[in-house]
């Protein structure tokens, strides 16, 4: 930089300069460095919040459909998940929902109707000692949370593919979807929901399934993820329009299957 | 200053492209990890990326096929170019421990950056290796169910979430061993973006 001989003589003004840019240098060297160290400091050099971009939001989006698909593919309807001697069974089982344990709902097992809709052709509305009359299967399976922990359970229940054919449910449609009493919701893809060890199960370790664990149902799938096992059900319904779910409509993968 | 290419663009490509896949993988994860801690200790949230665990997954599962695709891209060029055998072997352990003592006194020639010395080759070696152990053991966390050997040969469920949480310690581990080295012999740097 060079000024003109009209400025004071009194003061390099060269050098001042020199001085002025070599302050204002090392400061904003140490930030850009400390900044590009960190990861708020990637999303700055990138010029937006990596975090919030909405953009960012629909393109992750985009992915995890990708990934819903991919997963349908990967997905074997025989291939079996482990099952386990009653000695692994983790007691206590842990209690896990959207909401604290002291909110677990109760429901009227007298009163209670279970709702059968859509792609079926018996709507009839089930008792739960209509449902116990159904033959029974039970299983020790591995529930693997979206969280990264698992635990080792026992259900028992109405195997799911059983009694979706005995209501006469289409089963070329996509999708089965759940609706509970905890204001919970879900859906599951059809291979999914035929696959030998999906199980609409009535009981916990040989008990009648306790509200902690579901009551009055629970659709219980070792091949999927935790969030993707209703609890409470009330309505089933055979579907071929995407239903979503309640976690699934905030960015857990839908498919969400191990 | 050589003229020669040290690096051919398709590994400058793919060094970077990796960075962001594991930045993002690591950050995620660390995320992924605090939701159901197995050890005494979570990350700090500031230092996680996705804002929430449902975030973080996704930023995982949206970045694992970057590691994955770009992985593959490295490795077929790196054996179809005979620069993985040229560049990493021979390799002895005895050179490794002799490099070793070499570097720690200060006096591993960096002369010729082309030429990996043995402890290089080793780390660099390693560093892949532990990679496909994460994207193995990342395999049964996500898909425990269709992948019953793989799943088996890791420990089960639970044992692959410890398999991956020390593959991703080592590979911090050797990202900071990394940044130190390039620090001080930063011409490596210049390196790894001209390729000369």
Same mark, same amino acid.
């Given at each position: 930089m060079k000024l003109s001989? *009209? /400025? *004071? @003589?009194?003061?390099?003004a060269d050098a001042v300069v020199k001085e002025a840019l070599r302050q204002l240098d090392q400061p904003l060297r140490r930030q850009f460095l400390r900044r590009s160290l960190t990861l708020g400091g990637l999303s700055m050099l990138t010029g937006c919040a990596i975090v919030d971009d909405s953009s960012v939001d629909s393109a992750l989006m985009a992915v995890s459909r990708l990934n819903d698909r991919v997963q349908g593919w990967l997905f074997d309807p025989n291939r079996l998940a482990p099952t386990y001697p009653e000695?692994?069974?983790?007691? @206590?089982?842990p209690f896990n929902a959207y909401y604290e344990e002291d909110e677990i709902r109760q429901v009227d097992g007298e009163s209670f109707r279970l709702e059968v809709t859509g792609r079926v052709a018996d709507k009839h509305r089930w008792t739960l000692p209509e449902l116990r009359a159904l033959p029974q299967a039970d299983q020790i399976t591995r529930h693997i949370c979206v969280e990264g922990w698992s635990a080792i359970g026992k259900w028992g229940g109405v195997p799911f593919s059983d009694f979706l054919r005995r209501v006469g449910a289409? /089963?070329?449609?996509k999708y089965v979807g759940f609706k509970c009493a905890d204001d919970y919701s879900t859906s599951i893809d059809m291979a999914t929901a035929l696959h030998p060890q999906t199980l609409l199960t009535l009981s916990y370790d040989g008990q009648v399934l306790p509200p902690k664990y579901g009551f009055p149902m629970k659709l219980r799938m070792p091949t999927k993820l935790g969030y993707k096992n209703p609890k409470h059900i009330q309505a089933i319904f055979v579907t071929n329009n995407y239903p979503g779910g309640y976690w699934e409509d905030q960015g857990y993968n839908w498919f969400g299957g191990s | 200053m050589t003229t020669a290419t040290i690096h051919p663009l398709w590994l400058r490509a793919t060094h970077w492209l990796n960075v962001v896949a594991v930045v993002v993988l690591v950050a995620s994860g660390w995320r992924i990890y605090n939701a159901a801690p197995f050890f005494d200790f979570r990350f700090p949230? &500031?230092?996680?990326? &996705?804002?929430?665990l449902g975030g973080a997954l996704q930023w995982h599962f949206a970045a694992m096929w970057l590691l994955v695709a770009n992985g593959l891209v490295y490795l077929l060029f790196n054996v179809g170019s005979r620069r993985l055998f040229g560049k990493?072997?021979?390799?002895s352990p005895r050179a490794v421990v002799a490099d070793l003592k070499a570097a720690l006194k200060g006096k591993l020639a960096h002369d010729d950056l082309s030429h990996y010395n043995a402890v290089q080759r080793a780390a660099y070696l390693f560093v892949m290796l532990d990679t496909v152990l994460l994207v193995l053991s990342g395999l049964v966390l996500w898909k425990s169910v269709q992948f019953p050997l793989l799943r088996e040969l890791l420990g089960g469920y639970e044992g692959a979430r410890r398999v991956h949480f020390i593959a991703m310690a080592l590979l911090v581990g050797f990202v900071a061993v990394h940044l130190l080295m390039v620090a001080l012999v930063p011409r490596t740097f210049v390196a790894m973006l001209r390729g000369r």
């Amino acid at each position: 930089m060079k000024l003109s001989n *009209r /400025t *004071r @003589p009194a003061v390099d003004a060269d050098a001042v300069v020199k001085e002025a840019l070599r302050q204002l240098d090392q400061p904003l060297r140490r930030q850009f460095l400390r900044r590009s160290l960190t990861l708020g400091g990637l999303s700055m050099l990138t010029g937006c919040a990596i975090v919030d971009d909405s953009s960012v939001d629909s393109a992750l989006m985009a992915v995890s459909r990708l990934n819903d698909r991919v997963q349908g593919w990967l997905f074997d309807p025989n291939r079996l998940a482990p099952t386990y001697p009653e000695s692994m069974i983790t007691r @206590p089982f842990p209690f896990n929902a959207y909401y604290e344990e002291d909110e677990i709902r109760q429901v009227d097992g007298e009163s209670f109707r279970l709702e059968v809709t859509g792609r079926v052709a018996d709507k009839h509305r089930w008792t739960l000692p209509e449902l116990r009359a159904l033959p029974q299967a039970d299983q020790i399976t591995r529930h693997i949370c979206v969280e990264g922990w698992s635990a080792i359970g026992k259900w028992g229940g109405v195997p799911f593919s059983d009694f979706l054919r005995r209501v006469g449910a289409d /089963t070329s449609a996509k999708y089965v979807g759940f609706k509970c009493a905890d204001d919970y919701s879900t859906s599951i893809d059809m291979a999914t929901a035929l696959h030998p060890q999906t199980l609409l199960t009535l009981s916990y370790d040989g008990q009648v399934l306790p509200p902690k664990y579901g009551f009055p149902m629970k659709l219980r799938m070792p091949t999927k993820l935790g969030y993707k096992n209703p609890k409470h059900i009330q309505a089933i319904f055979v579907t071929n329009n995407y239903p979503g779910g309640y976690w699934e409509d905030q960015g857990y993968n839908w498919f969400g299957g191990s | 200053m050589t003229t020669a290419t040290i690096h051919p663009l398709w590994l400058r490509a793919t060094h970077w492209l990796n960075v962001v896949a594991v930045v993002v993988l690591v950050a995620s994860g660390w995320r992924i990890y605090n939701a159901a801690p197995f050890f005494d200790f979570r990350f700090p949230s &500031g230092i996680t990326l &996705g804002g929430w665990l449902g975030g973080a997954l996704q930023w995982h599962f949206a970045a694992m096929w970057l590691l994955v695709a770009n992985g593959l891209v490295y490795l077929l060029f790196n054996v179809g170019s005979r620069r993985l055998f040229g560049k990493f072997f021979p390799l002895s352990p005895r050179a490794v421990v002799a490099d070793l003592k070499a570097a720690l006194k200060g006096k591993l020639a960096h002369d010729d950056l082309s030429h990996y010395n043995a402890v290089q080759r080793a780390a660099y070696l390693f560093v892949m290796l532990d990679t496909v152990l994460l994207v193995l053991s990342g395999l049964v966390l996500w898909k425990s169910v269709q992948f019953p050997l793989l799943r088996e040969l890791l420990g089960g469920y639970e044992g692959a979430r410890r398999v991956h949480f020390i593959a991703m310690a080592l590979l911090v581990g050797f990202v900071a061993v990394h940044l130190l080295m390039v620090a001080l012999v930063p011409r490596t740097f210049v390196a790894m973006l001209r390729g000369r």
